[in-house]
Every structure is written in structure tokens, then in C-alpha cells.
């Protein structure tokens, strides 16, 4: 009696253990299918791909070199905007809308007359991240070229000669650096980083002097008039410099489209030409430049231009070949003796089988394809028979293109004649 006590215990004791292992197998597994609902509801992070923005993290750094051992070029600032150019050992080439601060040797350097303003002389200048060109100071793979501007920010030691210091620049904003994949987070909106990107792209060298309008006096034969003209009229705006940075980008722009460049592509970058020399003096480095760059851009308009017009010339030119070729072709039908009564004529050969085949005239140089969709003949039973045909021209004779090979007039056979010749069967 004590053993059948004990194992019906045993057997109460089972029951309820597997019912609460079941109620948690029944949780676990809701759990589980909650957990990956929500990991395919959860939003997904934006690739970061060559060409796209990311958003520097808190404590970023740009370096040299893509290790961690390479020498910090800047420090950024938490959400700076930066665009990614390739991706190489865990870390991201990038480059930066306003550049990053390097140093430049100053024998590669010249005074433009603009306080705050230098200019490369010569192509392939280094840039680098320390004030000298030991192993450590490994130089960035963009290299100045000549007529770049640059905005100064200070010298390693003034007491020597410009030629012979090192300068600290903030670089052309092409430059590139190299940064941790995990010091960027992926920008979200795309579209609207790319108008970031473009709108700082205005500022690229900014003079850090700000723009004060300029004192004035009296004219010194009018001392009773109250028309005044300015000191020192020789300041250039810091809109200039933006004006001038926004056009050259403009026309890169336009420029990499090449020989699919139209004319109205070059007209954002000639109106900031324009607008740079509305407000510097004439002898200005600055209106110099401006001046060079828009006889540049309204060089590829009228280049692009020029492409439009030769390009609509030359589809008028095939269209009146074809035109020619056809009224050729029928002023030798009408010439026949056979005139006006046919308005084909000729032997009658085959391309392909079955439903592939064709049937063309061959007569005197000229080609025409014929069918019969009515079924009224079978064309079949006339190879190389000399026919004269009459139908609808279902279409006309054309010349090749570039994307479509030249092509003979069709006609639909309502009523032919056997002129002359055998079945080649």
C-alpha cells in the first residue's frame, strides 16, 4: 500500500513538472517571436557607401593615416558633416566641406594682397598634419595645386622668414582625411546633408577679418557737398570669396558631365563670376580670378552650345539623305518601262525560315522589303522571280544611327505581277 502511495506521488509529482515546463517553453517561445517582430520592425541603420554623408561622433578625430597610430589633423566637433570616399581597414576616407587645418611649407605659398587669404604656387604641395616633414608628419594623399586659395591660420615660428616657416592653413575642402568607421554615425536624410554639404561649400575662404564698410571723406573741390566716396575702396567682401569658392564648384560640376554638358548647365557657375566682380575692384587678385574662371565657364557653354547645334545639323543632314535616297529610288521605279504602274519592282530572295523569313526587291543598287499580311500570296512561291508589286508602304526607308541600324522601306503587297524569271526552288 506505502509503494502504490508513493508512486502515484511520483507520478503527481511528473505531471506537474511537465506542465510548468511547458508554460515556460509556450513564454520562451512568444518571447522569442516578440523579440524578432521587433527586430524587423526596428528601423534599419542607412549604408554608408562611397559618395554618402555621415556625422562625425563626440571625440572624432581625422588622421593621416588610416591606423590609429596615425597623427590627428583635426579634432571634431560632435555632428560635424563629413563625406565618405572609400572604405579601407576599418576606417572611412573622407573630406570635410570647409577642409581641415594643415601645414604647408611657405616656399609653396604666396600672399594674394588679401589679409587672411594665400595661394598655392606650384602643383602636388604637400599637406600635413605637424610643422614639419619627419616620417611621423606622413602627408595627406590630396596634394594642393596652383592658384588654390587657402585661409591662414597661423605660422610654427615667425621669427623665421615666410620662405623658410611652416604655415597652418585651412585646407581646399577636396583634401582627404582618414577616420574610425566607429567616430561617424550614417546621416539618415541624404538630401538634406547634400544641401548642407553645398551651402558650407559657400564659405570656403572666408577672410577672418569681417567686412567693415569703409570710412569716407569729402570730396576736396566740393567741401560744401554732401556726395561722399570712400577712404579705402580696395577691401574685398567676404561674399566674394564665397561667390568665388560656390562658382568654381559649379563648374566642376558641369564640367564632369563632359560631352553631355549642355548650355544652360554652365549659367549658376557664370552668375557667381559675375556677382564676384559686381563687388571687388577691378584690380583685385580676386576680380582676377573670377575673371579667368568665367571666361573658363562661358568657354564650355559655348562649346556646349556649339555640340547642340552640330549635333541638330547633322540628324537634319541624315533626314534629308533619307529623303533623297527614297526620291532617288523612285525616280528610277517611274523611269522603267514599267512606269506608274508598279510601285515596286524587282527579283524577289529570302532571309530566314518560317516565321522569321523575309522577302526583299532586289532591283538596279535599290532594296525593298515586301509582305503580305493579307495572306493573298505567298511570297514563298515567288523567290527569284521578277515581280512588280503595288500595296501600302508600311514604312519608309531610314539610315543607321547610333542606336539603330539603317533600315528599307516596307510595302504591303495588295497586288503583284510575275515580270520575268524562275522559282530558284
Known amino acids: 500500500m506505502e509503494a502504490q502511495t508513493t508512486l502515484a506521488e511520483i507520478n503527481d509529482t511528473t505531471r506537474i513538472t511537465s506542465n510548468r515546463i511547458g508554460r515556460i517553453s509556450t513564454a520562451v517561445f512568444t518571447l522569442g517571436l516578440g523579440l524578432a517582430a521587433a527586430a524587423m520592425a526596428a528601423p534599419q541603420e542607412p549604408e554608408i557607401a562611397a559618395g554618402s554623408y555621415v556625422r562625425a561622433r563626440d571625440g572624432a578625430v581625422v588622421r593621416n593615416f588610416r ?46 594682397g588679401t589679409e587672411g587669404v594665400l595661394k598655392a604656387n606650384g602643383n602636388g604641395v604637400r599637406m600635413r598634419p605637424l610643422p614639419d616633414s619627419s616620417l611621423d608628419s606622413f602627408p595627406l594623399t590630396t596634394r594642393l595645386n596652383r592658384g588654390d586659395l587657402v585661409q591662414f591660420i597661423k605660422r610654427a615660428d615667425s621669427s623665421r622668414s615666410f620662405d623658410a616657416d611652416w604655415i597652418q592653413v585651412w585646407s581646399v575642402p577636396q583634401a582627404h582625411g582618414w577616420i574610425s568607421t566607429t567616430e561617424v554615425d550614417a546621416v539618415n536624410d541624404q538630401a538634406v546633408a547634400g544641401r548642407e554639404w553645398t551651402d558650407s561649400l559657400r564659405g570656403l575662404v572666408d577672410v577672418p577679418v569681417k567686412w567693415v564698410a569703409p570710412a569716407v571723406v569729402a570730396k576736396p573741390d566740393e567741401e560744401a557737398s554732401t556726395e561722399q566716396v570712400p ?64 571666361m573658363e565657364a562661358k568657354a564650355y557653354q559655348t562649346s556646349a552650345a556649339t555640340r547642340a547645334s552640330l549635333a541638330t545639323v547633322e540628324k537634319r543632314q541624315e533626314e534629308m539623305v533619307a529623303e533623297w535616297a527614297e526620291a532617288k529610288r523612285r525616280e528610277e521605279l517611274r523611269s522603267t518601262e514599267l512606269m506608274g504602274r508598279f510601285m515596286g519592282r524587282g527579283w524577289v530572295r529570302m532571309t530566314g525560315r518560317g516565321d522569321d523569313a523575309r522577302y526583299f526587291l532586289y532591283w538596279d543598287g535599290t532594296v525593298q522589303e515586301i509582305s503580305c499580311e493579307s495572306g493573298r500570296y505567298n511570297l ?39 515580270i520575268s524569271g524562275s522559282s530558284t526552288k
Open 231 to 294: 577712404a579705402d575702396s580696395g577691401k574685398i567682401p567676404e561674399e566674394a570669396y564665397r561667390s568665388l569658392a560656390y562658382g568654381k564648384t559649379l563648374l566642376k560640376g558641369a564640367m564632369k558631365k563632359g560631352s553631355a554638358a549642355v548650355e544652360t548647365d554652365f549659367d549658376s557657375s557664370i552668375r557667381a563670376f559675375d556677382t564676384v566682380l559686381g563687388m571687388v575692384p577691378e584690380t583685385s587678385i580676386v576680380a582676377a580670378e573670377a575673371q579667368s574662371k568665367l
Open 67 to 112: 591606423d590609429e597610430k596615425g597623427k590627428a589633423v583635426h579634432d571634431l566637433d560632435a555632428g560635424s558633416l563629413l563625406m565618405v570616399h572609400s572604405e579601407n581597414s576599418n576606417y572611412y576616407e573622407v573630406s570635410s566641406p570647409v577642409g581641415f587645418p594643415v601645414w604647408v611649407f611657405g616656399k609653396y605659398l604666396t600672399e594674394t
Open 380 to 418: 514563298d512561291l515567288f523567290v527569284g522571280y521578277e515581280l512588280g508589286v503595288r500595296g501600302m508602304v508600311m514604312r519608309a526607308a531610314s539610315m543607321a544611327t547610333d542606336d539603330m541600324p539603317a533600315e528599307v522601306s516596307l510595302l504591303d503587297v495588295s497586288r503583284l505581277e510575275v
